[in-house]
């Protein structure tokens, strides 16, 4: 294989924004689609999206969820039931007013005064009205608890800043909303779903999340509480990668949500809900890539394995394919991180050496080139995706026999990348959360002065009302936010660094997306 350092034109730590954008174009994974902060995903980022979901949906499943879907228009009406929640998406809500188009003065085409709605339609930002509605229907009893219900769809929030993937006015994603007899009931399923959020995080993604719970101001509009998993990006950024929500009684209040309990007298449902979206793509793309591309855990790869014969357009090329399908077939048969392994034969025109680059910035973990002279020697050459080089010379990560290829070498090639990915995460991390800071000066020395700062960890006094409005403006000074407070953390023992009263939790802050 030739040296070629660095497939990329950008550098991460040149122009990391810069970066992400070329990675997403050079390995095919989307595109602009005309419409402002809309975006088409290529195959193969929907492919990358659809072993998300697959494997997501197995997890959510597996707690007792039913998968169903709702309409993308719901009344306005029911949102103005919840004021706190309405306000909460007020500014990013698409409306839709009238239902007809006709023919205009200057030619264009403008809304028929005639075909005006009744009353408008929001396209969904999120659906914890108009399945309230639904919920309020279907539970009578005590016995018809507990309901949980999931929904694979795509929302629409107006954003004012958009970047593909990580914020976009059209999104897909997945929420679950689940109505319980009781608080306590109602906040272990919370939890519960957080957990089935960090698991598929690091276990499936590698992203090494930290799980906990968002302080008041960053809760989801409504919510009682909410708590997030949130992933260090490698430009030392936050990203939330998803959220469970306990809505106590709110919403069931709003929707009606009433049943009959074991006593006979009338209660009312506690509810929750929970999402993760597309983001997560990006988040995959800032936390595994490198300067060549992307870099895909194995477990998300639309193809985990790609073999590419060196073809010459000559005759004997067909002898090449058929051993080249050969190996094909028994990689196939294998099984990796339980389940079938997905190995693709590549015989498209083309030069071999394009088409491996195109799958290095793809981040295929494994790809596989067998020349004429390597069938003849019974020999393949093996570019692990993780550790695309072996040394500075560029040669191949690996040169192996094919017999040890065809065996349980790939297989166990492919479990390893998944676990160094999660590592590599982890490692990261926990590298680049600074403790010990006493004072907010030291705060703000921190984020100043480092390019990639990552995130600081203070401990504080859960100041509320007017006393954490005055934190968050502080915060925003320097675009800092509070993460969350992490589950585990070691307990607070100084003061407060914004108040100065006795701190009760350690909170993260962080610049993020």
């Not at 809304?111 to 408008?120: G, N, S, Y």
């Not at 997945?174 to 009931?185: K, L, P, W």
């Not at 389940?339 to 981040?363: H, I, N, S």
């Not at 676990?419 to 990261?428: F, K």
Request: aromatic share 8%.
């Amino acid at each position: 294989m030739a040296q070629i350092r660095h497939a990329l034109n950008t550098r991460r730590e040149d122009d990391f924004a810069a970066w992400y954008q070329e990675v997403i174009s050079a390995a095919g994974m989307a595109e602009e689609s005309g419409v402002r902060g809309c975006m088409v995903i290529k195959p193969w980022g929907f492919g990358i999206w659809e072993r998300m979901q697959r494997l997501l949906d197995d997890r959510i499943k597996a707690t007792g969820h039913e998968n169903c879907y709702f309409p993308i228009f719901i009344p306005l009406s029911n949102f103005e039931r919840e004021a706190e929640h309405v306000e909460g998406f007020a500014k990013e809500m698409a409306v839709v007013t009238h239902h007809r188009l006709i023919a205009g003065p200057d030619g264009g085409l403008v809304p028929d005064p005639e075909a005006k709605l009744e009353e408008p339609l929001v396209v969904r930002p999120t659906s914890e009205t108009i399945i309230g509605d639904a919920m309020a229907r279907w539970v009578q009893s005590w016995r018809d608890l507990p309901l949980k219900l999931n929904q694979w769809a795509n929302v629409v929030r107006w954003e004012m800043r958009t970047r593909m993937f990580l914020r976009t006015s059209e999104f897909l994603w997945q929420e679950g909303h689940t109505a319980h007899a009781d608080e306590a009931e109602a906040k272990e399923h919370t939890l519960t779903m957080l957990e089935v959020y960090r698991a598929f995080a690091d276990e499936d993604l590698a992203l090494a999340v930290v799980a906990g719970e968002k302080p008041e101001n960053e809760r989801f509009p409504g919510a009682v509480e909410t708590w997030s998993i949130e992933a260090m990006m490698q430009d030392g950024k936050a990203l939330q990668a998803g959220t469970s929500h306990y809505l106590g009684t709110n919403f069931a209040q709003a929707s009606g949500i009433k049943f009959q309990n074991k006593e006979g007298s009338e209660s009312l449902a506690h509810t929750t809900s929970w999402g993760v979206s597309t983001r997560m793509v990006g988040g995959v793309i800032m936390t595994h890539g490198d300067d060549d591309g992307l870099r895909l855990p194995p477990a998300i790869a639309p193809q985990q394995v790609v073999i590419l014969p060196m073809l010459r357009d000559k005759p004997e090329d067909q002898e090449l394919i058929d051993y080249c399908e050969g190996l094909r077939a028994t990689l196939a048969g294998h099984r990796v991180l339980g389940e079938p392994l997905r190995v693709m034969l590549d015989t498209k025109p083309g030069k071999a050496a394009q088409k491996r680059w195109d799958y290095v910035r793809k981040g295929v973990p494994v790809i596989i080139e067998v020349g004429g002279r390597d069938m003849e020697s019974g020999v393949v050459s093996m570019l692990r995706r993780d550790r695309l080089w072996e040394t500075e010379t560029g040669k191949p990560a690996f040169q192996m026999p094919t017999r040890e290829v065809a065996g349980q070498t790939i297989p166990d090639v492919l479990a390893d990348i998944q676990s160094a990915l999660l590592v590599e995460a982890q490692d990261r991390r926990d590298a680049n959360i600074t403790r010990g800071v006493t004072d907010f000066a030291e705060v703000e020395q921190h984020f100043a002065g480092t390019k990639y700062p990552g995130w600081v960890e203070v401990q504080w006094s859960k100041p509320t009302g007017d006393a954490l409005d005055k934190v968050v403006e502080r915060l925003k000074e320097h675009k800092l936010t509070i993460r969350n407070v992490p589950i585990g953390s070691a307990p607070a023992n100084g003061p407060c660094i914004f108040t100065g009263e006795k701190a009760v939790e350690r909170v993260l802050l962080a610049k993020a997306y």
